[in-house]
């Protein structure tokens, strides 16, 4: 009689053994239907080498129901499921759902029916109808969907495709994507570009693992460079996985993309909706998906023939999974690289210390790129010393970093203030009795929103409406903003500068998809003088007249006692100061701070990020810091305060 060892997605049941009937081919990475009590459920078959459970005699094993039609999880991605399991100290059940979409999804096959504007306004109009056709604008989706986008019920939906303002269409939900072409749009590389694509290119063609650190200041080309090597595994015939830390970039970067191979790629996030999500799960695992972009969660999905993984702005603190099964993106990735023997590119201008490290000691190759592409040069760095050179009583923007967006105004050129801060303030209090607003859940501050007039807590995601007394004393009237945050200088800006046209950009403001892309085109167009932003405009963006950044406060990521506050105030920093002078304009940062004698500090002004980066090596490897040893956290947390 022959068994089946399997995965199911209970972390407490463990491994379970079933009885493979007669004529059923099981092998390992089948994903099978199972009994379980009354109930079936979804498995995954594994070796039953690698996983322990109680041993049950054949005669109580329960027959498996049925082998889902779709490809067996290959041998490189359960080994990658085993790793993380282990490394992270998490059940490989709870992995291993990570590789699955939905059951839908592992049924394939069918079609699905989607709805879309027809442009016919129904007679009959209500402020709900109205919401729901905003919000469709554009959409194409199922009324499931459609409901869940425009914050209405299905209800007002189908109201509306019998008015006739919505309509059917039928989705063949395993249609295949539009082939990229590597040959569509061949660039210009400088020298630097070349050598280093060349190199790329020869690794994928070794198809074997490398992996590579692809150190390149902002704005030298480093996209260029890797999207030669997706060229070549295109030309193989083998699929390419980029990682993209945050969903707002992949707006920009899908318009590079396209303009170099001619069609989109494959996208894989959480706002992608399920019929797509469906879709790509499918095709990637037959093979037919050519390039995946997509956010941390597309390194577990079933590749059929994984030829090359790029992680762009490998630095960014976004690729930890903070979560469920906690894990960091980019050393899973050259993990996967090197279970598929693939090779793997990490592409930053400011790359973590442990990447810079694993690079000194060989285990990386490093590719530096240390010019700016087309003869741009690098912005000139000013400190703004805030103790010397103070603002205003109530304001927050030193009088030199005012007159310099004004010179930009009159030249027509762009400036970006960044504070990374989102709301209007970070603190509420009551000037009569002095309560402050705290998060009853988890006790931060909570942080003001005037725009939509909300006190929210950025750690939890509890929010209340301002109130119009202090609940404490009663008193009217009398709550007052401690502190500024991206609306507060976005308004104190507009009070100098009345004529400025001013955009935040924020998690808040820039929160789908249009959005940015109308922002981005905005910016591009000059339609915007000043842009107030949080870490969202600190990379992935290119836009010619912005010329000047100012840093509102630069002290603020050095708070606390983080092992890597200094290593993280830096990288963005630098990454925020490499907007200024992208194009033939020179740039300028500068950098308010009540501490220039910081060892940040001095090194941003100095541009001797090389000085920066060995103190702090050195002042981990004497602490027995990662990476030269391992840290844990032990977090306690209760329901209860005591």
């Not at 189908?158 to 749009?185: F, K, Q, T, W």
């Not at 990386?364 to 103790?387: K, N, Q, V, W």
């Not at 998690?507 to 998809?513: A, G």
């Amino acid at each position: 009689m022959k068994r089946a060892r399997l995965v199911v997605f209970n972390a407490a049941l463990g491994a379970l053994d079933y009885r493979v009937p007669t004529g059923m081919a099981v092998e390992p990475g089948s994903i099978v239907v199972a009994p379980l009590g009354p109930r079936q459920i979804i498995g995954i078959a594994w070796e039953p080498e690698s996983l322990e459970t109680a041993e049950v005699p054949d005669g109580k094993l329960r027959p498996l129901l049925e082998v889902l039609p779709t490809p067996p999880l290959r041998a490189p991605l359960r080994r990658l499921i085993e790793w993380t399991a282990d490394y992270y100290c998490a059940p490989v059940s709870a992995v291993a759902r990570m590789a699955l979409a939905s059951s839908a999804a592992l049924r394939g096959g069918g079609t699905v029916t989607e709805y879309r504007l027809t442009g016919t306004v129904p007679e009959r109009m209500t402020p709900q109808r109205l919401a729901a056709l905003d919000a469709v604008h554009g959409e194409q989706a199922t009324i499931r969907e459609l409901s869940a986008l425009a914050r209405v019920s299905e209800g007002v939906l189908r109201g509306l495709v019998s008015a006739g303002a919505l309509e059917p269409v039928v989705v063949d939900v395993d249609r295949p994507y539009p082939a990229a072409n590597p040959d569509h749009d061949i660039p210009d590389l400088s020298p630097n570009q070349q050598a280093a694509a060349d190199t790329f290119v020869a690794a994928v063609r070794e198809y074997r693992f490398r992996p590579f650190l692809l150190d390149g200041v902002t704005g030298s080309g480093k996209t260029e460079c890797y999207f030669e090597a997706v060229a070549e595994a295109l030309r193989l015939g083998r699929q390419t996985l980029m990682l993209l830390p945050e969903i707002a970039l992949t707006q920009n970067f899908l318009r590079r993309f396209e303009q170099r191979f001619g069609v989109p790629p494959v996208l894989w996030h959480s706002s992608v909706k399920s019929t797509e999500r469906r879709r790509a799960w499918r095709l990637i695992a037959s093979g037919d998906a050519q390039v995946i972009v997509g956010a941390r969660s597309a390194l577990f999905l079933p590749y059929a023939r994984l030829g090359l993984i790029v992680v762009d702005e490998a630095h960014e603190v976004s690729f930890k999974q903070g979560d469920g099964v906690r894990y960091n993106a980019r050393d899973v990735a050259v993990i996967r690289a090197k279970f598929e023997g693939a090779p793997v590119i990490l592409a930053s201008a400011t790359p973590a210390l442990e990447s810079m490290q694993l690079a000194e000691n060989g285990t990386y190759e490093r590719i530096e790129l240390p010019d700016r592409f087309g003869g741009a040069t690098l912005p000139s760095i000013d400190i703004i010393d805030l103790r010397d050179e103070q603002p205003e009583r109530g304001r927050w923007l030193a009088p030199r970093l005012v007159e310099e967006i004004e010179a930009r105004l009159e030249r027509g050129e762009q400036s970006l203030l960044f504070l990374n801060r989102r709301g209007y303030a970070p603190l509420t209090l009551c000037r009569s009795c002095g309560h402050r607003f705290q998060c009853p859940n988890c006790t931060a501050w909570l942080v003001e929103h005037r725009f939509s007039r909300h006190l929210a807590c950025h750690h939890c995601g509890h929010e209340v409406t301002v109130p119009d007394a202090c609940p404490e004393c009663g008193e009217a009237d009398c709550l007052v903003a401690c502190g500024p945050g991206v609306e507060r200088i976005a308004d104190e800006v507009a009070e100098l500068l009345p004529s400025a046209r001013i955009v935040q950009a924020t998690s808040d403001t820039l929160n789908t998809p249009e959005r940015i892309s109308d922002f981005v085109s905005a910016a591009e167009e000059s339609a915007i003088d000043v842009i107030v932003g949080t870490q969202l405009v600190t990379k992935g963006y290119h836009f010619p007249e912005l010329t000047l950044v100012g840093v509102v406060d630069a002290d603020l990521g050095l708070e606390g006692g983080d092992l890597r506050a200094g290593e993280r105030t830096y990288q963005q920093i630098a990454q925020v100061g490499g907007r200024a002078g992208r194009g033939e304009k020179p740039g300028q940062v500068l950098i308010q701070t009540r501490h220039p004698d910081a060892p940040v500090i001095t090194a941003l002004a100095s541009g001797d990020r090389d000085a920066f980066y060995e103190a702090e090596t050195q002042g981990r490897r004497e602490a027995g810091a990662p990476p030269f040893g391992r840290w844990a956290a032990i977090i306690v947390s209760s329901e209860d305060e005591a």
